[in-house]
């Protein structure tokens, strides 16, 4: 990519790399390691990894809060390290704790991290009340967070995080621990304010079913470093191989009907009178339904499995933790 | 277009410090661990202290209190005796405690007040888990420790005057039947009030900057900032022992002291005070 290109990029790193603790030293952590990213403008972009890949240091070397070992980036076209208060006036954070303070109220909470943000008093006012009321918490404005549910409390920590009106958003795993309900309306609450606001978002969370719904792209950190970059979709179907269908018909006749020979896992379920494959690609299923109606079987139903993100993750995971086995002996 | 100078040389920002130190009190204020003993330990200072020696010293006098007394003065300096000259027993028992023997003591309210509130600021914040978000703000970080600073020390300045002014009409009032006359404050103790007080306030919040990178609760804060109150101990038995006596000049010294303390652990926080240090121990 040419500087120019970087300078387009709402998120531009070169090989960052954060070490906690001396190199010299046993007990030394390697949380980031050599990451390349490019975020675009707009983008809802997910960090996905399990505890401890280096999810939240890397937010917290983007907003400038913490100094990389080494490496370069600019985010917003800020340098995070020597303008960092410049940047983050531009950036919102949701921490994976929502880090409010439970003896104030909700309204409270509000308006002093609006003045910290340098928000005007009226605008901080104007804006509180407006998003109290879209995040429904208006009528507990004037409650102690401490009396808050979990669910209330996130949804709070979100609209602290919009207060100023931030170009880059930071969302710190926005969904954990909170109940389906709960977590679903934070997730609504993540794509009206894409959709609406074309907001550049970057997502961290271990909730791939979230990611594959709310991301356009999305990285897979393993031990700090970046292994896989891409859509969803895209990384789906380039790293699981073809499709699997499942057919519903009325039986299965192995004499009237061969399977192709590029099908793998062929099953029968009889008692289901479901028939299950793996075919190398989209294109060859409209040939198989075709010759299984040839064959005098009746279809009600077929249906292609795409892989998930989830498939694409433990994927990845695992054939990483393969190689790192290797590298190690 | 943004500006875009280095954070470094970012302009200072009252406003955010002002908005920080606000915050700070505002949930001080709400939480009874930190308000309680900011409350209760001035009150028997200043109050219960001062009234139970001026309603007692007659009676003090007269069971043989005044003995001791009569050793505390015969230990003095001869220009500091001669204040006593002409004074009854319970005279002497008034003045000597009051405003002799009370003084360093009182600073244990400056000092207990700012670790209290700095514990609360400093620990207490990564107690409950809000420091990240803090962190995460434009504020610089220096405005965040000024803005903690101001926090503890402003008020443990303020609590320290008003503890002052009620000692002053409780020293005066519960004394009155024996001195007869307004006898408190006098040049040392305005000295030790305006002078010295900030700098213990000072002396307390720093001790708790020092320690809050080894502890994580609140309680454990506040437990080993009471080392604060040793020097202050120290005061106190050596005015018994006869090693110093608090006059105009000792207190103008003791004032210079802390002074310089203060300002060597201010310059240490403002260098060690660096936000990529702090969230690395969150």
Known sequence: MSSEDAKTMAVHTENLKRIFGNVNERDHVVAVNGLNLDVRPGEVFGLLGHNGAGKTTTIRLLNGVLAPTAGSMRVLGYDPVEEGPYLRRQTGVLTESPSLDEKLSAQENLTIYGRLYGVDET?????????????????????PVGTFSKGMRQRLALARALLHQP???????????????????????????????????????????????????????????????????????????????T?????????????????????????????????????????????????????YRVSPEEP?????????????????????? | MNERPSSRTS????????????????????SKAILLPMVVVPLIFIVAIPLGVGLFAPQMASAGESEDLGRFLEMMPAPMRKAFAGYTDAQIIVVATI???????????????????????????????????????????????????????IPACVIGWGSFLVYTVVANVGAWHVMGRIYFPNAMWIALVTWVVPAAAGLGLGMILLISARVSTFQEAYQIGGVVVVPVLL??????????????IAVLVLGAILWAVDAAMIWFGVRTFRRDEIIARV
């Open chain 1, 123 to 143: 605008t901080t006012r104007a804006r509180a009340a407006e998003l109290l009321e879209t995040f429904d918490l208006s009528t507990r404005a004037a409650e």
């Open chain 1, 167 to 245: 170009r880059l958003i930071f969302l710190d795993e926005p969904t954990a621990g909170l109940d389906p309900v709960a977590a679903e309306s934070v997730r609504r609450l993540i794509l009206r304010l894409t959709e609406e606001n074309r907001r550049t978002v970057i997502l961290c969370t271990h909730n791939l079913v979230e990611a594959q719904r709310l991301c356009h792209r999305v990285c897979v950190l393993e031990h700090g470093q970046l292994v896989a970059l891409g859509t969803p979709t895209n990384l789906s179907r380039n790293l699981q191989q073809g499709i699997r269908l």
């Open chain 1, 247 to 299: 057919i519903e018909m009325d039986r299965y006749d192995p004499d009237a009907f061969s399977p192709p020979e590029a099908a793998r896992e062929v099953t029968w379920n009889a008692g289901a009178q479901v028939l299950q494959l793996r075919l190398p690609h989209r294109e060859d299923v409209p040939a198989l339904v075709a010759s299984l109606v040839d064959a005098g079987h009746r279809i």
């Open chain 1, 308 to 329: 998930t993100l989830e498939d694409v993750y433990f994927a990845l995971h695992n054939a990483h933790e393969s190689a790192g086995k290797k590298v190690v002996v």
């Open chain 2, 11 to 30: 302009r200072f920002n009252w406003r955010v410090v002002h908005t920080l130190a606000k915050r700070d009190l505002k949930i001080v204020g709400r």
């Open chain 2, 99 to 153: 405003q002799h023997l009370f003084a360093p003591m009182f600073l244990i309210i400056p000092l207990m007040v700012a670790s209290t509130i700095a514990a609360g600021s400093y620990v207490g914040e990564k107690e409950r888990g809000t420091l990240e978000a803090l962190l995460h703000t434009p504020t610089t970080d220096l405005e965040l420790f000024a803005g903690k600073l101001l926090a503890a020390w």
């Open chain 2, 235 to 248: 005061l106190v038995f050596g005015q018994l022992a006869g090693v110093l006596y608090f006059n105009l």
